[in-house]
Structures are given as C-alpha cells and as structure tokens.
C-alpha cells in the first residue's frame, strides 16, 4: 500500500552559533550601496523543493534557495546541499538564488532525507545551516505499477518520443500519463497509454508535444483522467529543439561520406559558449601554444589532421540538463533517433564537477576487420570541461574518441572495480594472442611523435614533453605487461606500447593504435556529389561566338549523377586527377562550351539553374607579314593570293596553351 504522500518539510533554523552568528555588524568590506555578505543574506534560509506529486525512490528533488537581494554575489563562488550522509549536491548560483536540482537521484534508500547548506567551501568555519529542509519520499510497499525510465532526464523532441516500460503487479483498468512543469507544477498535459496486463510488462513509445523544457511525469491509475490517482514517480524529461548547427563555417560537406560529430553541452552557458569551447578543444588549425602549455586536440593528432575531410562539425543549439541524455552505445540503433545525420557520433561537453570523463561502445566491439560505413555505428562521449580553460581537456577530447569513434581501450592501470579489459587491437590476454594482433609491427614508431617534437620546439617549448625521457622510445611497439585496467606489470594484459593517448593521454596514438584509427577513417570517403550549383567556380570567354569555360568544384566533390549543361549543352566533369598534391587534393575540373552571341549564359543542374557571366575577348588582329612584293613569288607558309593564314597544327598548339593559361587562374582561385 502507499505509505504517505511526499511530505517536504521547509524548515527555517537559526544558524549554529558555533557557525555564524546573525546579529554580526555588516562586513566593513561591503559596497556602501547597502549590499550585505553572505552570512546576513542567508541569516534565515527558505529552502522551497518541488511538490507536485510523490517521489519515488531514487527520482530527484529539486530545491532553491532564496538569497537577499543586497547579497554581494562576488561573494558566493560555490553553493551546495549535504544530506545526513555526507552526500553533496552542488547548487547554481543564480541572480534570484540557489537552485540545487536532482536531490536524492540515483540513490535508492531515500525515505526522510536532512539537508544543510554549504557555502564557498571554507576549510574552517564555513557557512552551513542545519535543517534547512526536510525530504520524505513515498514508497509503495507493494507497487501496482513499476514504471521504467531511462536515462536519468532523458532528451525527446519531435521525432524522438520517450521510451517508457510499465509493469503491473496487479489488475490495472486504465494507465495515464502526467506532465507537468518541472519548475512550478503546473499542469501540461495527461495523455493514456496502454496498460499491462497482471505481472506483465508494456513498453510504449510516448510522444510529448510540448514547447522546449524541463517537465516531470507522473503514472496515474484510474478510471479516467480526472480521478485517477498519482502514483510515486516524478521522473524528470527535457524536450529540447533539435536544431544543429555548422562548426567551422564552410567546412562541412552534408553529402558527403563521412562522421558527422555532433557537439552538445551541459552546464557551460549558451551556444555560442558550447561553439567556441569545442572549437577550441578541436585544434583543427594545429597545436594551440600559450605561455605555459601546448595544447594538442583530436584534429592536430595524425592521422586525423590530414583527414578532416571525413569529418563534419556541428554543434546542438539547445543545452542538456543532463549530460548523459543523447548519450549511449553505437550497438543499439535508436540511441539516435530523432535526428537526420548519418554516420553521427555525439559528444557532450560539460562544466566540471559533475563526474569523470567517459565514452560509450561502437559496433566496432570484437570486430577484427572493420566493416563499410554505412554499418558502423559510434558510441557516445563526455568530457569535463573547464569553461575558461577549455584546451586542458583537449587531449581527454582525443582520447575519448579513441573509444567512442575507433573502439580502442584504455592503456593504463586502473583506479576503480572496473577490472581488466582486454580486446583488439590493443589490449591482448597474452604474449601470444598480442603477436598475432600486432606482430608485424613490432619496432615501429608512430611518425608523429617526430612532428609533434619539431612542433613543440618550433614553440619555443623543450622538445621532449618530460624531462629526461624520450618520447619516441614510449612509443615504440612491444609487448607491454600491464595496465588496460589492470595493475602495472601484472600479467592479466599486454598492451602494444609503454605509453600513448589510450593511456596518459600524450598525443601520440602509437603505430597499432593507429592502424586501427586509420581502417575506420578509410571507410569514410569524404566525398559526395555536386548538388549545388554555387560550389561551381567558373571562368567563362566568348571568342568569335564561341563560349568557353574552364573552372573547379568545391573540394571533397564527386562529379554529379546528371548532367551539368551550359546554354543547354553538356559540361565536362572530371574527377580528381591527382589526390597527393596539396593544391590539387580533393579538386575536380569542369569545362564547358557552346555557341553564343552575347550576354551570360544559364549553368544548369537538373531544375537548379545559375546565371554565369562570359567575358567578350576580341581577338587583336594578326599583321601580314612583309613579302619580297616584286616578284610575286609567295614567302614560305604564305599562300599565293598574299592572305595569311595559321596552320591547322599551329592552331591546335596556341588553343591548348590557352586552356594551360585558364587551369592555372582557376587554381589560383581555387576554394
């Protein structure tokens, strides 16, 4: 039976006098605009916590706090509630107040729960408030209805509704769903879903139309909506709008084969926060250097950064409450639902504080040989971030995606009750199986390290990042006991390298490690079709009525499935004729002719049409040559009758020099 309704209990409580003492004098230090410290604008804490419905067991409580007006908040740099078991919740520090979300999530055995306030973290003598609220959750000693959720504040939006399991433990008429807002209660919406039958399970799918937010869902049971009973719940939801923007502006290829990286952020701020910290921690331009450290991200570590074709960039335009939300294994398809990339890898950037860094499975787990793009599905990914030091997580951001985007483990010894993890390509569970993974490459040295050496001296940074040690010579393939979770030298792992990015993280992959990342890069190709006429840069010359055209499509572009036409007739499309050159890579050629007698033409691509301009040239009139005259008797290569005119091979040579001299003002212009 249910045991009680949620009952929480506000409770304003003098301060400990041992602590603070409420009848001290303004701080000498304070504004002379009547602004008062902390510990007068928290003299009588009011703790207000969410009770629109009973919680269960383990679902969050969320509270704010409400702060003096006069509050100097300069003051107040960290903000926190502590339950009676030393658990702590850190509270945003808003202009209004404090709000401390998700009190009590992911823990199971709450019933009555104390809360005290901690602020600023003062080793001695800080700031705290007994009892400033009381928390008792409902339970169901005997649940009619479990109700599944998952993750803990799941992310859904249109096209991504929320999967929901219900199980029933007895009979149940009718099950409807509550929404309500998740700051103040009110009602949204009560839709029904299908009830399970006695100690069965149901799973649903449900949609949520409703604007972007936070909300909360309770179960209600009943005969209908209006007098149906609430039942423990409380789950929390976010609906975002799942609008995604370009990273680098211009670098992006939509159709185009490649791993479409999609950035979304937690507790870091706005858009614009999120696009410039990931744009930083990416290093797309090479290392970042400052005064005291050099900064190495994921696309100035070989061999990505000579293959940032195969990658687009884009950013979530909404922030996660949770970071987990959009998070999840590339083993299961519907982790991405909702959203119209292909070939997408998420990777949730968030403010520190609120756990470690992690990656998530690709379908590249016990696979040996990598299969086609189009059947590989990446994992999730988060990194803590510091907001206003991004680049210290660059090198984490590699890592990362060493497991969610290539499925590599970890290398170095482990710190928790994970235990050993041993898989290809670089975690072997022996000598023998590790000479069969990477046997061939025994010796070899991964040749970044040599670039990154010359990169870090070029910096005016000492050449080897430690002192004393050689970083070429920890890089070197063996057969390494130890670490993948394991303890140092025990004999349960063997990984291909002393160090590398899967274990302290310097930037070097090592030459096994990176064979792997460079078989999963070779299935993407990084190129697509001409779709669009406005990557067509032409350069067009009307001679004697004749049009002709020599030009280039924008890098990284196939030529199209149907014809690009110019005053309806046909362009010539060619594909890259030299992928090695620097200038030439990634380029392909069009060239175009027909006849016309004056102004631009129309370029065509299927019902997609675009105007070109046409330069008039008027060839300079060709002088005589002089003749003997008197005779009669022409000169060699002049007709008879005293007119000039060019041989056929002369013609064809001048022709082609012309279009040698046209290729080489295309590629000057070249994207």
């Known amino acids: 039976m249910l045991l009680s309704v949620v009952s929480l209990l506000v409770v304003s409580s003098a301060i400990a006098s041992a602590q603070v003492d409420d009848t001290a004098p303004v701080d000498d230090t304070a504004p002379a605009d009547d602004r008062v410290s902390v510990d007068q604008a928290l003299a009588v804490p009011i703790a207000v916590c969410e009770t629109d419905g009973p919680f269960a067991f383990g679902v969050g409580v969320d509270c704010t706090i ?152 309770w179960p209600c049971i009943g005969a209908d909506e209006t007098t149906c009973e609430l039942l423990p719940a409380g789950f929390p939801i976010q609906v975002i709008d799942p609008e995604i923007r370009e990273l680098l502006p211009g670098h992006n290829r939509p159709s185009a084969e490649r791993i479409n990286v999609v950035f979304a952020g937690s507790q870091l701020g706005d858009a614009d926060d999120l696009a410039s910290i990931a744009t930083a921690m990416l290093t797309i331009d090479g290392p970042e250097t400052g005064p005291y450290r050099f900064s190495v991200g994921p696309m100035a570590i070989e061999p990505l950064a000579s293959n940032a074709h195969r990658f687009n960039f884009w950013y979530l335009v909404d922030q996660l409450a949770d970071e987990r939300s959009l998070l999840g294994d590339g083993t299961d398809r519907r982790v991405l639902a909702g959203f119209e990339l292909e070939n997408m890898a998420v990777t949730v950037l968030y403010g520190p504080g609120y756990g470690p860094s992690d990656a998530r499975l690709t379908s590249l787990w016990n696979e040996i040989t990598v299969p086609p793009a189009n059947q590989i599905r990446f994992g999730g990914a988060r990194v803590s971030v510091d907001p206003d030091d991004p680049l210290a997580s660059a090198e984490t951001l590699a890592h990362e995606w060493g497991h969610s985007v290539f499925e590599l483990r970890d290398e170095y010894v482990g710190f928790d009750d994970r235990g050993v993890l041993t898989q290809y390509p670089n975690c072997a569970p022996s000598p023998t199986l590790a000479n069969d993974w990477w046997g061939p490459l025994d010796g070899s040295i991964d040749p970044f390290v040599y670039e990154l050496l010359r990169a870090r001296r070029a910096s005016g940074f000492p050449g080897e990042p430690i002192e004393g040690q050689n970083l070429a010579s920890t890089v070197r393939v063996g057969v390494f006991p130890g670490g993948c979770y394991g303890a140092a030298d025990a004999t349960t792992a063997y990984r291909p390298t002393s160090d590398s990015l899967m274990n302290s993280e310097i930037p070097v992959w090592g030459s096994v490690n990176r064979r792997r990342v460079e078989e999963v890069l070779g299935r993407f190709s990084g190129r697509g079709p001409l779709d669009d006429l406005d990557a067509v840069d032409l350069d067009c010359e009307r001679v004697a009525g004749v049009v002709r055209c020599s030009g280039i499509l924008d890098r990284y572009l196939d030529p199209p499935g149907q014809s690009v036409s110019l005053a309806g007739d046909a362009c010539a499309v060619s594909s890259p004729a030299d992928r090695s050159s620097p200038t030439e890579r990634g380029l392909s050629r069009i060239s175009c002719q027909t006849r016309s007698s004056v102004g631009p033409l129309v370029l065509a691509l299927g019902q997609e049409q675009r105007t070109v301009a046409v330069v008039d040239v008027v060839p300079e009139p060709v002088a005589e040559p002089a003749g003997d005259g008197a005779d009669g008797v022409a000169s060699v290569g002049e007709p008879a009758d005293g007119s000039w005119k060019v041989p056929a091979a002369m013609a064809a040579l001048l022709g082609a020099f012309a279009l040698v001299r046209l290729g080489r003002a295309a590629r000057r212009r070249q994207k």
């Open 66 to 217: 409400e702060l003096d007006a006069r509050l100097d908040a300069e003051r107040l740099f960290a903000a926190g509630l502590i339950d009676q078991n030393g658990e702590y919740w850190p509270c945003d520090i808003e202009a209004t107040g404090l709000v401390c979300g998700d009190i009590g999530q992911e823990r199971h055995d709450l019933a009555t729960r104390r809360l005290d306030l901690e602020l600023n973290h003062e080793v001695e003598g800080y700031l705290q408030f007994d009892d400033v609220a009381l928390v008792e959750t409902a339970t169901d000693q005997q649940p009619r209805l479990v109700t599944f959720i998952d993750p803990a504040e799941p992310v859904v939006f249109e096209g991504r509704p929320l999967p929901i399991e219900l199980f029933a433990t007895t009979e149940i008429e009718r099950v409807f769903v509550v929404v309500r807002e998740r700051t103040g209660g009110g009602l949204v919406d009560t839709m029904e879903v299908t009830a399970p039958g006695l100690d069965r399970s149901v799973s649903t799918r449900l949609v949520i139309d409703v604007e972007p937010g936070r909300y909360r869902l």
